[in-house]
């Protein structure tokens, strides 16, 4: 009985519709607990349509597959979520099922299973085998390196908490006879695990409202009319979100395009061009222009190759000084007109020769320090699994308080207690299994 | 003459494995430096304990014998963690120092397939990395198919009294002088542990006045599943707590450096145990304690030594003096043997197999202390599987390996033979991640059938096994069946007993009794039930995930594989897998150092190479 793996198999970002897979003995069971509509009950290799409820409220409108097993990709059961509503979403939907007993996949796992289980042959595989083998390092470090140093100090106190009041319950067993330790009951250990639990809940409030990690990184496009703001944004996300026409001024309204870098989520706005203007439409989008500079975590700034830099530019160049900023030169395809001695540090592109967009991509994650790890999606999905995890612990926490509370044993207690220190582990990727005993024996006094 | 079996060495290991293999119907030699020494107990006076007296229970259940001998001979039982819920409960008896080792030499004695001989092995028959018998200290050669060492803490043992390090067994017993050194010429890697053992006191010197009593249960229990208990609970012998003074930790700290530990010798290399320091350790190491507890319990109702429980101590014997005589009731106290430290040899225990054959020399086994272990408990179930092991290995059968969710001994065995040791391995509860499976109760559950396939659970022990087996799912199949209709206080329940049951406040005995319901079992079988309804979610949850480990376990991994051929393995890893060489996936994830990254590359090697 493996676990029960999940991960969105579509490229995250792109195209309509996300498709989440499930694969293992627990993936019905699982989906079960979050869909509207009784999956027990339906035949194998049907799809089914219903909502994700997380709870009470409905996250998304979506089809499920069913594939029970053998006959799957896997050879386990595999059920297969299409989610219609967006990245952040199909993201959402997949924190569910995390937090319902999934396993974020590890890249490839789906593969490797296929492999193991007989279901594909080595030539299919031996891609996909070799990138894991080689990725070894990168997946280890991709559990572990996506929380801020702050929150896993933070998970590293907790669990230290945590491990002192289950070694003083193993202490109680392994050494009863001891009277000069105190005798723990479901009373004396009720208050420790109550402000265990408070700190939980703030830990995975903190995570959760991590900017970065709930809303991206806000990315404003600002420059004068024409410079070719929507152009790039367009080719950064890769689709036609944005109107692009050679009249200036066509871009009105602030166009919102989400490009996901390395996990992180990009939320790219262009501007209407900026530039003195008695149009009173255009004017109001100015305005916001000016706002967004002041609202977003990173400016992109673009000067046009071919024009003379106007007083405006070089008035705005003043504005952005101490921001985050990259500075843009577009048309690099077209003649130098362009005075940039008043530069010190700029990328040149062109968008219409889609020269140098990547250059811009690697800046922003160089900015940002986004991922050692090349791996897409991964960043963001172990923030995923590590709320998933954090969760999990609060419901170990939950259940033990109430069994606290109906005087279960002390031995019961603990076993929800150790299971949430064992989430917690994940989380910083601590495995290390003798560090209970190494508690006992470094916090109690005994012996013969 | 040529003997199937030979044993090395008479400790608990020794008469376990002895048992076993000549009731198995092999002609069996046990050889022990004295006969008189035969399952002594050198230190504590108990057997059992948190966990140990679970072990004790397995080692009845599979058909060994420390738990008749230990019934037999206790003079005081204790029923530990009651309240701390159903998987930590756990036996422990005061066991009398001289009844215990005299019943187990009757009981030896009557073995027909055993001969036990007074010597000292210094030497193996090795023939192309296999063993063919025992060579004596006298060169007299004994060959046999089988040797297992049970060589507790005799190999090259030195005792250590403040600055003085003499070469001995303990109580002046003659140690193994070239056997470990024989073993390292075989190959073997060699550990030197340490462990100590605290003062007997003359029970007439004692002012009682000033202890505290500890008095044994008021309930009868044995650790043996068939035979009824024979001693009486209204005459149990007390034990008695005290607690060091301000003047004891004084006359520590003044003679810290006398103590051998503390720079009294300086050439100690052993590693002793944690979870049990000296006196000397734990004032230094937790000096922010104000006082340590002590218990001073009866060896026997035949001498008059007290074991003073908590103060074991390497501190010289004029300091010892003054240790003593600094604690409550102990002012005037007759020291009868002065504490010590034992060092000696063992093996690193990862050249073991999980059957405890050695991985060096074939139709080698180890048990007990050579092993890396500390107690008696410990070492008794290791020599009943080595001694099973080796009888099935004769037999041409399959061995007897018990997984971590079947017994506290596979738990035992697999961290020695997996993870290895640096110190005397003690159990502890924590160490079973599967604890809940592995409860008092239930350890004829689950280790009879083993006991009975191979071939040491018969006759009566087998046929009362299936009775209580069959009332248990008797009683079980009843209580869904029976309704209570209303409560004593007239309350509408309305359910099932077996429904009820799973309220934390209620209890089997008392339903059957407050309802009068027709359901006429013993205790054990009521307990059973009781443990199984009201813990089912529990169970099952950690069920699940004993499965999930099995699954691994069924992953076998080819006993030829060359993993310096398997690519991309982290560098830890492949030293780690090489060493240990484990015998499935399961066991390969249990090593430390070998990462999941490291098993997914594994298990794609072993598809690409070993299926199809």
């Known amino acids: ?63 499920v597959s069913v594939m029970k097993a053998p006959k799957t990709f896997t050879c386990e059961d595999v059920v297969e979520i299409n989610c219609h509503g967006g990245i952040a979403t199909t993201n959402k939907v997949l924190e569910v099922l995390l937090e319902n007993g999934a396993r974020l996949a590890e890249p490839g796992e789906f593969t490797k299973r296929a492999f193991l289980n007989g279901r594909i042959d080595l030539l299919e595989a031996e891609a996909t085998m070799d990138l894991i083998s080689s990725k070894a390092e990168s997946a280890r470090k991709i559990s572990i390196n996506t929380l801020t140093g702050e929150t896993s100090n933070l998970i590293k106190k907790l669990r230290s908490e945590l491990i002192a009041i289950i070694s003083n319950i193993e202490v109680n067993i392994d050494y009863p006879e001891y009277e000069d330790i105190e005798v723990l009951t479901n009373d004396s250990i009720l208050p420790n695990v109550i402000e265990f639990k408070t700190k939980l809940e703030e830990i995975i409030k903190k995570s959760e409202d991590s900017k970065v990690i709930k809303e991206g990184i806000k990315v404003g496009i600002i420059g004068r009319p024409n410079v070719g703001k929507s152009s790039l944004l367009n080719s950064l996300i890769e689709e036609e979100k944005a109107i692009v026409t050679d009249i200036p001024g066509t871009t009105r309204d602030i166009v919102e395009g989400n490009l996901i870098l390395d996990g992180i989520t990009l939320n790219i706005i262009d501007t209407a061009g ?49 921001k985050k900023k990259i500075i843009v030169v577009n048309k690099i395809d077209l003649e130098n007109k362009l005075d940039k001695s008043l530069l010190d540090n700029y990328i040149e592109i062109s968008v219409k020769e889609n020269i140098g967009i990547n250059k811009i991509k690697e800046e922003i994650k160089r900015l940002f320090n986004i991922g050692e790890i090349t791996s897409n999606d991964m960043t963001y999905l172990s923030n995923a699994r590590s709320i998933s995890l954090l969760k999990k612990s609060l419901n170990n926490i939950n259940e033990s308080i109430d069994e606290i509370k109906n005087s279960s044993p002390i031995d019961i207690v603990e076993l929800n207690l150790k299971e949430a220190w064992n989430n917690l582990g994940e989380v910083i990727g601590e495995t290390y299994t003798d560090e209970l005993l190494d508690e006992l024996f470094s916090r109690f006094c005994l012996g013969k | ?99 215990y080792p005299k019943e187990m030499l009757k009981l030896l004695n009557e073995e027909k397939n055993l001969t036990i001989k007074e010597a000292m092995v210094e030497d193996l028959i090795v023939k192309d990395n296999t063993v063919y018998g025992v060579v004596l200290d006298n060169e007299e050669k004994i060959t046999s198919n089988i040797v297992i060492l049970t060589t507790g803490t005799y190999l090259k043992s030195d005792i250590l009294i403040g600055n003085t390090r003499t070469r001995s067994g303990p109580h002046n017993e003659k140690p193994s002088m070239h056997l470990s050194d024989n073993l390292k010429k075989y190959g073997f890697k060699i550990l030197r542990l ?77 590693v002793g145990p944690r979870y049990c320091p000296s006196i000397e350790d734990k004032m230094v190491r937790f000096s922010d304690k104000e006082k340590h507890q002590l218990f001073l319990e009866p060896e026997s109702l035949y001498y008059d030594d007290i074991y003073l429980q908590g103060f074991s101590t390497s501190m010289p014997k004029e300091v010892q003096e003054k240790m003593v005589h600094s604690l409550p009731g102990l002012e005037n106290a007759k020291i009868l043997r002065y504490a010590y430290a034992i060092e000696y040899d063992a093996i690193y225990p990862t050249q073991v197999k999980p059957n405890l054959e050695t991985k060096v020399l074939n139709n080698l086994f180890t048990a007990g202390q050579i092993n890396g272990t500390s107690g008696y408990e410990e070492a008794a179930c290791q020599g009943l599987i080595a001694g099973i092991n080796a009888a099935l290995k004769l037999e041409g059968q399959e061995p007897l390996i018990l997984k971590r969710n079947e017994a506290y001994i596979g738990v035992l065995i697999d961290d020695l033979v997996t993870k290895g040791t640096r110190e005397p391995y003690r159990m502890l509860t924590s160490r079973a991640e599967y604890r809940l499976l592995l409860r008092h109760d239930n350890s004829d559950l689950r280790l009879r059938e083993y006991g009975h396939k191979v071939g040491l659970i018969n006759g009566e022990k087998y046929s009362k096994f299936i009775e209580k087996k069959n009332n248990i799912e008797e009683l079980i199949r009843k209580i869904k069946e029976t309704k209570i209709i209303v ?95 484990p015998l499935n996936i399961a066991q390969a994830i249990r090593i430390s150092g070998v990462n999941p990254s490291d098993i997914s590359i594994l298990l794609i090697y072993l598809r690409k190479h070993y299926n199809e």
């Open chain 1, 1 to 63: 009985m493996e676990d029960t793996i999940a991960a969105i198999s579509t490229t995250t970002g792109v195209g309509a519709i996300s498709i989440i897979r499930i694969s293992g003995s627990d993936a019905l069971e699982i989906v079960n607990k979050v869909f509207t509509k009784d999956l027990t009950k339906v035949k194998t290799h049907t799809i089914n349509y219903g909502f994700i409820k997380n709870k009470e409220e409905k996250i998304d409108e979506v089809l």
């Open chain 1, 274 to 322: 900026i530039r003195q203007t008695n149009d009173r439409v255009e004017q109001i989008g100015v305005e916001r222009s000016l706002k967004i500079i002041d609202t977003s975590d990173l400016v992109i700034y673009i000067l046009n190759n071919n024009e003379k830099i106007t007083y405006e530019e070089k008035e705005l160049l003043e504005k952005i000084k101490d």
């Open chain 2, 1 to 99: 003459m040529n003997y199937e079996v030979i044993v090395v060495g008479g400790g608990h290991a020794g008469c376990e494995a002895a048992v076993a293999s000549s009731r198995k119907g092999h002609k069996t030699l046990l050889v022990t430096g004295s006969i008189n020494n035969i399952a002594t107990m050198p230190c504590n006076p108990s057997i059992g304990g948190s966990a140990k007296g679970i072990i004790v229970r397995e080692i009845d259940a599979l058909g060994g014998v420390m738990g008749e001998v230990a019934d037999k001979t206790l003079i005081q039982m204790k029923m530990l963690n009651y309240a701390k819920g159903p998987a930590v409960k756990s036996l422990r008896a005061q066991a009398d120092k001289i009844t």
């Open chain 2, 194 to 270: 340490k462990t100590g053992t605290p003062p007997r006191i003359d029970r007439s010197t004692i002012d009682f006045t000033k202890t505290k009593r500890e008095d044994g249960d008021k309930k009868y229990y044995t650790f043996s599943h068939t035979n009824p208990p024979v001693y009486n609970i209204d005459n149990q012998q007390p034990c008695y707590l005290i607690y060091t003074t301000e003047e004891t930790k004084k006359i520590i700290k003044e003679n810290l450096n006398k103590s051998s530990m503390y720079g009294g010798l300086d050439d100690i290399t052993g």
């Open chain 2, 487 to 581: 409560d004593n206080e007239k309350r509408r329940i309305g359910t099932t007993v077996y429904e009820y049951l799973k309220n934390p406040s209620t209890n089997l005995q008392n339903i059957i009794e407050t309802y009068n319901l027709d359901l006429k079992y013993n205790d054990e079988v009521i307990e059973e039930v009781e443990i199984q309804i009201k813990y089912e979610g529990y169970i099952k949850k950690i069920e699940r995930e004993a499965e999930k480990m099995l699954k691994n376990e069924e992953k076998q991994i080819p006993e030829d594989i060359d993993y310096d051929k398997v690519p991309n393995l982290a560098s830890e890893a492949r030293q780690k897998l090489k060493e240990v060489r």
